[in-house]
C-alpha cells in the first residue's frame, strides 16, 4: 500500500492529511497559526511560526495515521493565492508574510483602472488585479516599506514557501503564479511587460523557476526530515493553488461541474479549454490539468465570515463546547435550523476582510430589530455568505453555453448538512461533496500520487481515489423564500455604495 501527504495552509490554518492509494483518508492533524492585524485593513503571519506549524502537523498525521515517513510516496503542499512571503539574502524571511485577506494597498488596483494600466494588464495575463495580488502588495512594499525589495531574494506564494522550507529548493508553482497577474496567460511564462507596467521590474530576477503542479520539486532535505518525521529525500511535488487542489478533490477534472469553496475566501469556478477574455469574470488562470483553464470569481467573503461571528459574539458557547466536548459547529448548525428560512433577519453583507462590490464595503447588518437574537444574525451570516456565493455564480453561468450539472462543494460549509442545503437552495442547483475532510490536501495527495508516477496524470487519479456523495437537491420552496431574499440583499448593497469612501476617509483621517 502507498501513502500520500498533503498540506494546506490556509490564511490561519495549517493542515495535514494522509491518504493510501485507495483515496482513503486516514488521518488528519490542524493547528492555527495567529493572524497579525497591525492596523485596519492589514493581516499577516510569522512565516516562522507557520513553518514550525507545518512541522507539527506532519508529524501528528503521520503519527495518527501509524504511518512512518519513509513510507510516504510522495509530499505535495497547496495554499491560499495571492498573499506574499518574502525570502531574504540573509537567509530568513525578510518580514512577516502577508495572508489574502490584506487590503492595504486597495487604492493600487483603483489607480491601475484609471490611469489605463488594467487593461494593459488583462490583455496579458486575463485577470483584473486585486489588492491582495503579490503586484500590489510589491508596489506597496516599494512606496512604504524602502529596502525590503531589495533585501528579497525570493518572492514566493504561500505553498511555495513551504515547500521551499522542505526541500530547499526554489520554484514557482504555475496554479498559484498565473493567479497572481505575473504570468502572461498566452505564453505561460513571466512577462517583463507586465512587471514594467506595475513598476516593478526590479523584481523579475527575484521571482523563482516556474514548475507544472505534478513536477517533483525538490526532496526532503536531512533538517526537514528531522523536523517532521519525513524521510530524508522524499520527493516533494510541485502542489498548487489551494482552489485547484479542491477542485480536483471534488472531481472537478471535465467542463460539466462547477465548484465551489467555502472557506476564508468564496471561491466559484469552473474549467474550461479556453480562457474567458471579455473581462466580465475576475479570473483566469492555469489548472492543474494540462490544457485547462481555471475561470473563476473570489472575493474574501465567505465562512471565515462564520469563523469571526463564533469567535467574537458566541464566547461562552465556545468555552462551553470545550468544557464539555460538543461540537460548536453542530451547535451554530442547530441555532439556524430553529429559524425558518421566510422568517425575516437582518440582511448581512459579508465583507469583513474586503468585498466583491465596492474597495471599501464593511460587514455589516442592516434590519436588526429588538426582535432578533444572536441565532437570527448567526442564520444572517449563514445566508449572507450563501448570497454572496451566488452574486459570483451568476456572473460565471453568463459566461458559459450549458449550465452545469451540479456544484461541487467544498471548505467549511460542506462539513454542514445545514448550509449544504441551503447552498443547494439558494443557488437552484444539485449539490455534492467528496468524503473526506480536508479536500485541500486531498487534491495535494491526488497531485502527489500523479507526480511519483502511480497514475498518469492527475485526473486519472481522481477518478480512482474520488468518491462523490450523494447529491443534495434545491427545494422550490425553499428557493423561491430564498430569492426574494436574495433580492433584498442585492438592494442593500446597491442602497450602500456611496457611504464606503466616506468611511475610509473617516479612517484615513483619523
Not at 97 to 111: C, H
Request: overall charge negative; proline content about 5%; aromatic content about 10%.
Amino acid at each position: 500500500m502507498k501513502y500520500y501527504l498533503g498540506l494546506d495552509n490556509g490564511g490561519t490554518a495549517t493542515k495535514a492529511a494522509v491518504f493510501d492509494e485507495n483515496g482513503t483518508e486516514l488521518a488528519t492533524a490542524g493547528m492555527d497559526t495567529a493572524m497579525l492585524v497591525p492596523r485596519a485593513g492589514f493581516t499577516e503571519r510569522d512565516m516562522d511560526e507557520m513553518w514550525e506549524a507545518n512541522c507539527q502537523v506532519i508529524r501528528n498525521a503521520l503519527e495518527k495515521a501509524k504511518v512512518s515517513g519513509d513510507q510516504i510516496a510522495c509530499v505535495a503542499v497547496c495554499g491560499h493565492g495571492k498573499g506574499l512571503y518574502l525570502w531574504g539574502k540573509d537567509g530568513r524571511p525578510v518580514r512577516n508574510g502577508i495572508i489574502s485577506t490584506d487590503n492595504r494597498a486597495w487604492n493600487y488596483p483603483v489607480k491601475w483602472k484609471k490611469d489605463g494600466t488594467e487593461e494593459k494588464v488583462f490583455a496579458r495575463s486575463c485577470q483584473h488585479i486585486l489588492s491582495s495580488q503579490p503586484v500590489s502588495l510589491l508596489a506597496w512594499l516599494k512606496d512604504n516599506e524602502p529596502g525590503v525589495i531589495e533585501k528579497t531574494q525570493w518572492i514566493f506564494a504561500c505553498k511555495d514557501y513551504v515547500r521551499f522550507r522542505l526541500t530547499r529548493e526554489a520554484f514557482a508553482e504555475r496554479t498559484d503564479y498565473s493567479g497572481c497577474n505575473l504570468v502572461n496567460l498566452r505564453t505561460g511564462e513571466y512577462d517583463p511587460e507586465l512587471l514594467g507596467l506595475f513598476g516593478l521590474s526590479g523584481c523579475m530576477e527575484k521571482l523563482p523557476p516556474l514548475r507544472y503542479s505534478t513536477d517533483i520539486c525538490g526532496y526532503v532535505t536531512k533538517e526537514a526530515a528531522e523536523k517532521t518525521g519525513l524521510k530524508e529525500g522524499t520527493p516533494v511535488a510541485g502542489g498548487a493553488f489551494d482552489i485547484d487542489a479542491c477542485a480536483v478533490a471534488v472531481g472537478v477534472t471535465d467542463e460539466e461541474h462547477l465548484c465551489m469553496i467555502a472557506g476564508t475566501w468564496s471561491i466559484n469556478e469552473y474549467i474550461g479549454r479556453e480562457p474567458v477574455t471579455d473581462g466580465s469574470v475576475m479570473m483566469n488562470s492555469f489548472f492543474c490539468l494540462p490544457g485547462y483553464y481555471l475561470v473563476e470569481e473570489c472575493s474574501p467573503t465567505s465562512a471565515g465570515n462564520n469563523e469571526w461571528f463564533m469567535k467574537t459574539l458566541l464566547p461562552e458557547l465556545r468555552e462551553e463546547c470545550q468544557k464539555t466536548g460538543n461540537n460548536i459547529y453542530e451547535q451554530m448548525n442547530q441555532w439556524v435550523g430553529e429559524i425558518p428560512p421566510e422568517e425575516f433577519t437582518p440582511i448581512y453583507l459579508p465583507f469583513l476582510m474586503a468585498s466583491n462590490v465596492h474597495p471599501n464595503a464593511c460587514g455589516s447588518f442592516v434590519g436588526i430589530s429588538n426582535f432578533h437574537t444572536r441565532k437570527h444574525l448567526l442564520r444572517s451570516v449563514y445566508e449572507g455568505v450563501t448570497f454572496c456565493h451566488r452574486y459570483h455564480l451568476e456572473k460565471l453561468l453568463k459566461t458559459r453555453k450549458e449550465p452545469p450539472k451540479s456544484i461541487r462543494l467544498a471548505g467549511g460549509a460542506a462539513r454542514s448538512p445545514m448550509w449544504t442545503q441551503m447552498f443547494a437552495d439558494v443557488m437552484k442547483l444539485p449539490v455534492e461533496s467528496v468524503e473526506v475532510n480536508e479536500t485541500g490536501a486531498f487534491g495535494c495527495a491526488l497531485i502527489g500520487a500523479a507526480a511519483c508516477g502511480d497514475y498518469k496524470d492527475v485526473g486519472e487519479a481522481a477518478d480512482r481515489m474520488c468518491r462523490i456523495s450523494k447529491p443534495v437537491l434545491p427545494d422550490p420552496a425553499r428557493s423561491a423564500v430564498y430569492d426574494e431574499k436574495y433580492r433584498l440583499y442585492c438592494k442593500t448593497i446597491e442602497s450602500l455604495d456611496g457611504l464606503w469612501d466616506s468611511i475610509q476617509a473617516y479612517r484615513d483621517k483619523h
